[in-house]
Protein backbone atom coordinates (compact mmCIF):
# COMPACT_ATOMS: atom_id res chain seq x y z
CA UNK A 1 0.00 0.00 0.00
CA UNK A 2 1.48 3.82 -0.44
CA UNK A 3 1.77 6.17 2.47
CA UNK A 4 -1.60 7.72 2.93
CA UNK A 5 -1.55 11.44 1.58
CA UNK A 6 -2.59 13.84 4.61
CA UNK A 7 -2.60 17.40 4.52
CA UNK A 8 -2.20 19.35 7.56
CA UNK A 9 -3.81 22.67 7.75
CA UNK A 10 -3.48 24.22 11.34
CA UNK A 11 -5.66 26.95 12.71
CA UNK A 12 -7.39 28.50 15.69
CA UNK A 13 -10.74 27.78 14.05
CA UNK A 14 -12.70 30.79 15.88
CA UNK A 15 -14.79 29.39 14.85
CA UNK A 16 -14.81 26.87 11.63
CA UNK A 17 -16.62 27.66 9.12
CA UNK A 18 -17.47 26.56 5.50
CA UNK A 19 -14.79 28.41 3.80
CA UNK A 20 -12.62 26.56 5.80
CA UNK A 21 -14.25 23.51 4.39
CA UNK A 22 -14.37 24.55 1.35
CA UNK A 23 -11.05 25.26 0.60
CA UNK A 24 -10.00 22.45 1.93
CA UNK A 25 -11.90 19.74 -0.32
CA UNK A 26 -10.55 21.80 -2.97
CA UNK A 27 -7.04 21.55 -1.78
CA UNK A 28 -7.98 17.56 -1.46
CA UNK A 29 -8.91 17.70 -5.33
CA UNK A 30 -5.78 19.99 -6.28
CA UNK A 31 -3.20 17.63 -4.42
CA UNK A 32 -4.31 14.72 -4.42
CA UNK A 33 -5.33 13.64 -0.81
CA UNK A 34 -6.73 11.18 0.61
CA UNK A 35 -7.75 12.98 3.67
CA UNK A 36 -6.68 16.39 5.34
CA UNK A 37 -6.26 17.09 9.15
CA UNK A 38 -7.36 19.90 10.57
CA UNK A 39 -5.22 20.63 13.78
CA UNK A 40 -7.06 23.04 16.20
CA UNK A 41 -4.42 24.99 17.61
CA UNK A 42 -4.29 25.14 21.66
CA UNK A 43 -3.49 29.19 21.62
CA UNK A 44 -1.43 30.99 18.37
CA UNK A 45 1.77 32.68 19.51
CA UNK A 46 1.34 35.05 16.77
CA UNK A 47 -2.69 35.53 17.89
CA UNK A 48 -3.75 37.73 20.97
CA UNK A 49 -5.48 35.46 23.21
CA UNK A 50 -8.54 38.36 23.90
CA UNK A 51 -11.25 36.67 21.96
CA UNK A 52 -10.30 33.38 21.83
CA UNK A 53 -12.99 30.75 22.46
CA UNK A 54 -11.88 28.01 24.42
CA UNK A 55 -10.10 24.94 22.86
CA UNK A 56 -12.73 22.24 23.28
CA UNK A 57 -15.68 24.60 22.35
CA UNK A 58 -13.39 25.96 18.74
CA UNK A 59 -12.88 22.31 18.64
CA UNK A 60 -16.65 21.30 18.57
CA UNK A 61 -16.98 23.70 15.60
CA UNK A 62 -14.23 22.07 13.41
CA UNK A 63 -15.48 18.52 13.84
CA UNK A 64 -19.22 19.92 12.86
CA UNK A 65 -18.13 21.77 10.04
CA UNK A 66 -15.99 18.84 8.91
CA UNK A 67 -18.62 16.34 8.82
CA UNK A 68 -19.41 13.92 5.97
CA UNK A 69 -16.09 14.81 4.57
CA UNK A 70 -12.67 13.52 4.36
CA UNK A 71 -11.66 16.06 6.65
CA UNK A 72 -10.38 14.84 10.60
CA UNK A 73 -10.53 17.68 13.03
CA UNK A 74 -8.61 16.98 16.06
CA UNK A 75 -6.50 18.78 19.26
CA UNK A 76 -3.68 16.51 17.94
CA UNK A 77 -1.43 19.20 19.26
CA UNK A 78 -2.61 19.41 22.74
CA UNK A 79 -1.88 16.17 22.56
CA UNK A 80 1.66 16.46 21.58
CA UNK A 81 2.22 19.32 24.14
CA UNK A 82 3.50 21.50 20.93
CA UNK A 83 2.95 25.08 20.44
CA UNK A 84 5.22 25.66 17.42
CA UNK A 85 4.18 24.23 13.76
CA UNK A 86 8.12 22.95 13.47
CA UNK A 87 7.84 21.47 16.62
CA UNK A 88 4.34 19.44 15.84
CA UNK A 89 5.73 18.29 12.13
CA UNK A 90 8.58 16.51 13.64
CA UNK A 91 6.56 14.43 16.40
CA UNK A 92 3.91 13.89 13.48
CA UNK A 93 6.30 12.53 11.02
CA UNK A 94 8.13 10.60 13.29
CA UNK A 95 4.64 8.94 14.38
CA UNK A 96 3.22 8.39 11.73
CA UNK A 97 6.12 7.19 9.25
CA UNK A 98 3.31 5.92 6.97
CA UNK A 99 2.14 8.58 5.87
CA UNK A 100 2.76 11.90 3.87
CA UNK A 101 2.37 15.17 4.86
CA UNK A 102 2.05 18.38 3.44
CA UNK A 103 1.49 21.86 4.68
CA UNK A 104 -2.21 23.85 3.92
CA UNK A 105 -1.96 27.42 4.72
CA UNK A 106 -3.66 30.54 3.03
CA UNK A 107 -1.66 33.42 1.48
CA UNK A 108 -2.18 35.19 5.16
CA UNK A 109 -0.08 33.34 6.88
CA UNK A 110 2.91 32.99 3.68
CA UNK A 111 2.81 36.41 4.51
CA UNK A 112 3.86 36.31 8.02
CA UNK A 113 5.75 33.26 7.58
CA UNK A 114 9.29 34.49 7.95
CA UNK A 115 8.19 35.25 11.72
CA UNK A 116 6.99 31.15 12.15
CA UNK A 117 10.00 29.68 14.80
CA UNK A 118 12.58 27.79 12.16
CA UNK A 119 10.33 28.61 9.35
CA UNK A 120 13.19 27.13 7.11
CA UNK A 121 13.38 23.95 8.86
CA UNK A 122 9.71 23.25 8.22
CA UNK A 123 9.88 24.05 4.72
CA UNK A 124 12.62 21.51 4.66
CA UNK A 125 10.61 18.95 6.76
CA UNK A 126 7.35 19.22 4.04
CA UNK A 127 5.75 20.21 1.09
CA UNK A 128 3.99 23.55 1.51
CA UNK A 129 0.75 23.90 -0.92
CA UNK A 130 -0.30 28.36 -0.03
CA UNK A 131 -4.00 28.65 -0.91
CA UNK A 132 -4.47 32.20 -2.47
CA UNK A 133 -6.43 34.37 -0.84
CA UNK A 134 -7.19 37.75 -2.91
CA UNK A 135 -6.95 40.39 -0.08
CA UNK A 136 -3.78 38.72 1.03
CA UNK A 137 -2.09 37.80 -2.40
CA UNK A 138 -0.03 41.03 -2.76
CA UNK A 139 1.70 40.90 0.79
CA UNK A 140 2.90 37.60 0.36
CA UNK A 141 4.12 37.08 -2.91
CA UNK A 142 6.50 40.24 -1.57
CA UNK A 143 7.68 38.86 1.60
CA UNK A 144 10.52 37.78 2.91
CA UNK A 145 9.40 34.45 3.05
CA UNK A 146 8.46 34.44 -0.76
CA UNK A 147 11.32 35.79 -1.49
CA UNK A 148 13.76 32.96 -0.03
CA UNK A 149 10.84 30.30 -1.64
CA UNK A 150 11.17 31.22 -5.43
CA UNK A 151 13.56 29.22 -6.20
CA UNK A 152 12.07 26.45 -4.27
CA UNK A 153 8.27 27.25 -6.20
CA UNK A 154 6.51 24.74 -7.96
CA UNK A 155 3.81 25.18 -11.18
CA UNK A 156 0.08 24.54 -9.74
CA UNK A 157 -0.54 21.72 -12.62
CA UNK A 158 2.25 19.68 -10.90
CA UNK A 159 0.45 19.75 -7.76
CA UNK A 160 -0.30 15.93 -7.54
CA UNK A 161 3.08 15.40 -7.87
CA UNK A 162 3.94 16.54 -4.65
CA UNK A 163 5.20 13.18 -3.28
CA UNK A 164 8.12 13.29 -5.49
CA UNK A 165 8.89 16.74 -4.71
CA UNK A 166 12.79 17.15 -3.28
CA UNK A 167 12.67 19.56 -0.21
CA UNK A 168 12.37 22.41 0.12
CA UNK A 169 8.95 22.62 -2.15
CA UNK A 170 6.21 24.75 -2.59
CA UNK A 171 3.20 25.49 -4.71
CA UNK A 172 0.71 28.11 -5.07
CA UNK A 173 -3.28 26.93 -5.55
CA UNK A 174 -5.45 29.18 -6.87
CA UNK A 175 -8.98 27.61 -6.05
CA UNK A 176 -12.19 29.22 -5.87
CA UNK A 177 -12.50 32.41 -2.94
CA UNK A 178 -14.71 31.63 -0.54
CA UNK A 179 -15.70 35.43 1.48
CA UNK A 180 -16.54 33.68 5.01
CA UNK A 181 -14.34 35.21 7.57
CA UNK A 182 -13.84 34.12 11.27
CA UNK A 183 -13.64 37.43 12.16
CA UNK A 184 -16.77 38.75 10.70
CA UNK A 185 -18.45 35.89 12.64
CA UNK A 186 -17.25 37.18 15.77
CA UNK A 187 -18.23 40.65 15.11
CA UNK A 188 -21.78 39.60 14.65
CA UNK A 189 -21.77 37.04 17.78
CA UNK A 190 -18.91 37.51 19.75
CA UNK A 191 -19.80 34.68 22.32
CA UNK A 192 -20.53 32.58 19.23
CA UNK A 193 -19.24 29.38 21.65
CA UNK A 194 -22.29 30.50 24.03
CA UNK A 195 -24.52 31.07 22.15
CA UNK A 196 -23.62 29.17 18.91
CA UNK A 197 -25.19 30.12 14.90
CA UNK A 198 -24.93 27.57 12.34
CA UNK A 199 -22.24 28.40 10.00
CA UNK A 200 -23.67 26.68 6.86
CA UNK A 201 -21.53 24.38 4.59
Not at 71 to 94: C, F, H, N, P, W
Given at each position: ?14 P ?26 P ?33 I ?40 R ?28 M ?44 D ?10
Amino acid sequence: MRPARTGLLGGSFNPAHRGHRRVTLAAIAALGLDEAWWMVSPGNPLKPAAGMAPLPARLASARAMARNAPIRASAIEARLGTRYTVDTLRKLTARYPRRRFVWLMGADNLAQFHRWRDWRRIARTVPIAVIARPSYNEAALAGPAMGWFRRYRRRPDQAKMWTQWSLPALVLLRLPPDPTSATAIRLANPDWWHRPTQHRR
